[in-house]
């Protein structure tokens, strides 16, 4: 069997629309595995301690989201526990990279809202509402650990 027929067969079967959103967080991820290589090799030319954090970080949650694929293609009937924990990896990498990043990240933002409607479209409304409880606790964490408290207008 060629890879396109299992592609196929695995897009068509119970756990097609899981598959798709399980390569789009891969597919994600490598976009923004790129970007943050992009911006910490943009500075002085070497990667201080705080970089490596972040990049360790992000290996690891890209390895969590082929991991999850792998999961899927292996097992693809319907799995909550599984689907909760991409919506956890999701929102807690970004959550993680906003503050590791600090400015930096803020295009990572929008994100959140993209795992947020990603996750009701794909799943339904309870996900929906679970993704956007997550990532709104995410970015008050944010928030109150940012100095001055986010409160600063000017």
Known sequence: MNLTAAWQRHVIGPSGSELEQ????VLMGLLVTLYVCWY?????????EHDRIALTALA???ILAIG???AIWIWPSANVARRMLGILADVGAITFGL?????????LVGTYLFIIFGNGFWYGRLYL???QLLSFIGF???VSMVPGGGTSCS
């Open 22 to 25: 399980a390569l789009l967080r």
């Open 40 to 48: 910490v090799s943009r500075e002085a030319g070497f990667i201080d």
């Open 60 to 62: 690891v949650w890209l």
């Open 68 to 70: 999850i694929f792998a």
């Open 99 to 107: 503050l590791v990043m600090g400015g930096g990240g803020v295009v």
């Open 129 to 131: 509402h679970v993704s």
């Open 140 to 142: 008050v964490l944010l």
